[in-house]
């Protein structure tokens, strides 16, 4: 598998269009009956990600000492083709820029570890730049990680679910960051959930690292806007204040096409799973495969538990680049194939509901402490096991929904 994991069956990307406008001019607040004009015109331009407006941010860097949180998402394109670009890191180098380290979230620098596998310290063979983990022994940068770096650059490419761990990492950089008067600079890239908000909030009491703010599910912010909203919020420790600069993105907006190049982790593929992984996501926490083991991650569900006379689709999970060992290796699983769902704008609960009602023996089911981390409270099991149909349990979520959104609205950039 090549460094930088390319989606399968990858388009041209940056020029969609949808009916709805982003103006990349616009700031918090603004009326947007003075830039019709360039929403417009914004319709039918790529979109620029933040790390390809170098002239915005490299003037912040230089003669500065900067530490990276970067992976192999972190990459400035070539004449917005998808498939040409150079990593974040090498570029930076080229123009003299003095990276001291970089920091490694899950999966590591070059994306290339399991899901919830440790990543280790070390050296990058390319660059030989020291990479510290946040995904290890500690997962915030400690004092003496920073005492030689004067600003941090944060690029990731995010997916915009909760329990996706790169905004984790964010909060807690940030919060180092504060703690140790740096500046963090975050370089913004679009989110291909970010036209809606859905799914159940995260209860104080579940806090952790699949969630460590209480947002829903799938929250509809751009990585760089929920920067906003952590840091203005007081969502930081102890109410600190990051020295915060996002680098914006231009002609983009939420509802605006997005086909990731690069897999963001290994187990996001293509952006059928990414749209479905709000939804399938929620069996990390049960005994069912969510697709780990096979080439379609997050796009079929099944378990060698559930009743195979209700399913004409099986398959059979086996060690692969992401999954080195997946649930019910070598074991056939009964389920659905997914992997021509459109695109979605809610958490579908239905694919869960069907997997508890066609398994017979319940017990097999839940993994209860790993299936509340990722919902974000214990309600949404405890409601399964009733089983009230999806409607009754949605309309749970939605009094947290429409304070959030309230919340969110003074941080979108976007339209």
């Known amino acids: 598998m090549a460094v930088f994991s390319i989606f399968k069956n990858t388009v041209l990307l940056l020029f969609f269009t949808l009916s709805?406008?982003?103006?990349?001019t616009k700031t918090h607040n603004k009326e947007l009956n003075s830039v019709v004009t360039q929403d417009t015109l914004a319709t039918n331009l790529p979109i620029i990600v933040a790390a390809n407006r170098t002239g915005?941010?490299?003037?912040?860097?230089?003669g500065k000492r900067v530490g990276i949180v970067a992976n192999q998402t972190s990459v400035?394109?070539?004449d917005t083709h998808p498939?040409?670009?150079t990593h974040l890191v090498d570029s930076l180098l080229a123009h003299n820029i003095n990276i001291q380290q970089a920091f490694a979230p899950e999966h590591g620098f070059r994306g290339e570890a399991d899901a919830g596998e440790k990543v280790s310290d070390g050296k990058d063979e390319k660059t030989g730049l020291p990479i510290i983990s946040l995904y290890g022994k500690n997962r915030k940068p400690s004092k003496e990680q920073l005492q030689d770096v004067d600003v941090v650059l944060f690029d990731i490419q995010d997916v915009g679910v909760r329990f996706y761990t790169y905004i984790a990492t964010m909060q807690l950089v940030m919060e180092a960051c504060a703690e140790n008067n740096i500046p963090i600079i975050v370089l913004d890239r679009p989110n291909p959930n970010a036209h809606y908000v859905d799914g159940p909030s995260m209860e104080t009491e579940?806090?952790?690292?699949?969630?460590?703010?209480?947002?829903?599910?799938?929250?509809g912010m751009t990585i760089g806007e929920y920067a906003h909203m952590i840091n203005q919020e007081g969502w930081l420790e102890n109410k600190v204040k990051a020295?915060?600069?996002?680098?914006?993105?231009e002609n983009y907006d939420h509802h605006k096409d997005y086909i990731l190049p690069i897999r963001p982790s290994p187990n996001l593929p293509?952006?059928?799973?990414?749209y479905l992984y709000p939804s399938l996501g929620l069996f990390e926490g049960t005994n069912v495969n969510a697709g780990r083991g096979t080439e379609f991650q997050f796009q079929r569900y099944g378990a060698p538990f559930m009743d195979s006379t209700k399913y004409n689709f099986q398959y059979t999970p086996a060690p692969n680049f992401g999954s080195k060992e997946p649930k019910?290796?070598?074991?056939?699983?009964?389920?659905?194939?997914?992997s021509e769902t459109p695109k979605i704008s809610s958490v579908n609960l239905d694919y869960i509901l069907d997997a508890y009602k066609n398994t017979k023996d319940k017990s097999l089911f839940f993994n209860t402490s790993g299936f509340t981390r990722h919902a974000g409270t214990a309600a949404l099991q405890k409601q399964i096991e009733a089983g009230l149909p999806q409607e009754e349990i949605k309309k749970s979520w939605q009094t947290d929904i429409q304070k959030f959104k309230l919340i969110r609205s003074k941080y979108l950039i976007y339209n």
Do not use: A, E, W
Request: glycine share 10%; charged share 10%.
């Open 20 to 24: 709805s406008c982003g103006n990349h």
């Open 56 to 62: 915005t941010y490299l003037p912040l860097l230089k």
């Open 76 to 78: 400035i394109f070539k």
């Open 83 to 85: 498939l040409s670009y």
């Open 206 to 219: 579940h806090r952790g690292f699949l969630g460590m703010t209480n947002i829903p599910l799938v929250y």
């Open 243 to 249: 020295d915060l600069t996002v680098i914006q993105m």
């Open 270 to 274: 293509n952006n059928t799973s990414i």
């Open 328 to 338: 019910h290796n070598g074991k056939i699983c009964f389920g659905m194939d997914l």
